[in-house]
């Protein structure tokens, strides 16, 4: 199952379901054991956003930077190299930013933003900037249509995610998360096709409520996983009572719930056939198999592309692909 | 006539109107002689042009930049201190760029479309980034309505100004300067009213059918600076058979005039009073002067700050200001 040399027919893909930094390591993984081209990405876009009259789509960018090797692999997201010339420009008319939009990236932004303007589909769009970087994989955004993430906290009105993470800094309890427009949002067909035709589906250790949620909330997504839940794994993104990255832990907290991969477990019972959790959460094991999972405990954490291999390895083992 | 101490009533104003490069030389020279709040200067914006998505608008913004002290003084336009990490990364998505658009420059593109977008005029907007870089002078557009130059080279279609200009390097014999857009064009109402009421009114030494000609094209402009031509003055672009920049010679070779200050002066008859020659083109006094203007020889090449700042002197003092 090296690059290349994959027993899979070529029609039958691997599909990850994606956020951002946390889905993207692991992607950066699952592709030195899976051809590239043979790996699709389903990205959610509840946290796009419009910053300076352009459409920034964090999630996408992060996971195509990372499949074409631009990332800043330090921070996990944005570009290798970057520099910050314009944003310090747009200070003069905005005011202080708070969110980084480096030099290289507004190049990315500038180009999506002109595209859709012309009637483009942000889903040709982001083929057009996965092909022009060298993207080997299939990177899908969830939809075409609007969806959008709102944090409501305590003693706020609900805001934007990017307000309530970046400029927020994800601080407050988390009383509520709203998926705007999700009724009136069509799962990308591309989306559906690829779910219903996977040789297997792997939900990335993302958020399941602002990463994965959105996803998950278009009509026909969870409804094409069910079926065929043995060949769908997900990796718990709670490691050890805590996330490693986003404020997972403090939305599980904030709804009610245990911060614990049996929380996360709970919320994919009916799409989720095979759960991964990390070794320091084995105890959780045997409650995550009453929900009839099979579970698999390995070392989740990623510190190193081959070690973002070998959790892509075990999983597809898990997987039988 | 020291900066802060004119003699103008503050209401009264002078008017320069304005190509890109050779006009914000003047104007550097011209607000070291008049406090740069009874400056107002007219803008050029038929080179107005769309680049990846964006509006911009390289006269305005010329002339903004050099009253704001932050133009690259060396070429005469863009940012000082400039990078073009942006431009690079655009390459992966539009090919190989033919406009220059620095990091920092892209700032201003960025709030100008965006405030365009959200419904703003182009004179509101042009005001809003003058204000920001600490402008202290009025920046008038032309118009806020489209009028685009064109430009016919033999053998070929109409060319955008830009394409003409920038990516075709101002190749090839003129035939035709188009202002598509002219009839229907308003001149701006504080442009009119600023003609009106102006102590006096300077064309800088500008291209006359590029620059200055989409300016003189908008109705009432001409008709406002005719019964006051004593109070108009006009340097010419021509000094010693060619310009100093830029392809009025070219042209007017192209259209069937002699490459001479005299050519410039009989485009400017009915609207100016004062028409000002370089000393290389002393002979030319008394042609100038057979069509009722007033010849002023001077020296007229703006080498340095100071020596724009001399010409505009002149200038002022011809005019009797």
């Known amino acids: 199952m090296v690059r290349g040399r994959s027993p899979l027919p070529p029609s039958r893909q691997i599909v990850t379901l994606a956020g951002g930094v946390g889905a993207a390591k692991f992607i950066r993984g699952l592709v030195r054991r899976i051809a590239p081209h043979r790996v699709t990405v389903v990205v959610n876009t509840g946290d796009d956003e419009t910053f300076y009259g352009l459409h920034v789509s964090p999630d996408?960018?992060?996971?195509?930077?990372?499949?074409?090797?631009?990332?800043?692999?330090?921070?996990?997201?944005?570009?290798?190299?970057?520099?910050?010339?314009?944003?310090?420009?747009?200070?003069?008319?905005?005011?202080?930013?708070?969110?980084?939009?480096?030099?290289r990236d507004f190049a990315t932004h500038l180009y999506r933003t002109d595209r859709l303007r012309m009637g483009a589909r942000l889903s040709e769009v982001t083929n057009e900037i996965a092909r022009a970087l060298g993207v080997k994989s299939q990177v899908l955004p969830m939809s075409d249509d609007p969806l959008r993430t709102f944090v409501k906290i305590r003693g706020s009105r609900a805001l934007p995610f990017q307000e309530y993470f970046v400029r927020g800094r994800a601080r407050g309890a988390v009383e509520r998360i709203e998926l705007r427009g999700a009724r009136r949002a069509r799962a990308l067909p591309a989306v559906l096709h690829a779910l219903r035709t996977a040789a297997a589906t792997i939900l990335a250790p993302s958020n399941p409520f602002v990463s994965l949620g959105p996803i998950l909330a278009l009509a026909g997504v969870r409804e094409t996983l069910a079926p065929s839940r043995r060949r769908v794994a997900a990796i718990s993104p709670i490691v050890g009572g805590r996330t490693i990255k986003g404020p997972a832990d403090r939305m599980l907290r904030g709804l009610g719930m245990a911060v614990s991969p049996l929380s996360v477990a709970r919320l994919y019972r009916d799409i989720v056939g095979v759960f991964v959790v990390d070794e320091i959460d084995r105890r959780y094991a045997g409650l995550i198999e009453k929900l009839e999972m099979e579970a698999v405990v390995t070392d989740t954490i990623m510190t190193t592309p081959s070690k973002a291999a070998r959790l892509a390895e075990v999983v597809l083992r898990a997987l039988e692909v």
């Open 60 to 103: 996408l960018d992060t996971v195509t930077y990372t499949l074409a090797n631009l990332v800043n692999r330090r921070q996990g997201w944005g570009r290798v190299d970057e520099s910050f010339t314009t944003l310090g420009e747009l200070a003069r008319f905005y005011g202080k930013p708070w969110f980084a939009l480096g030099d």
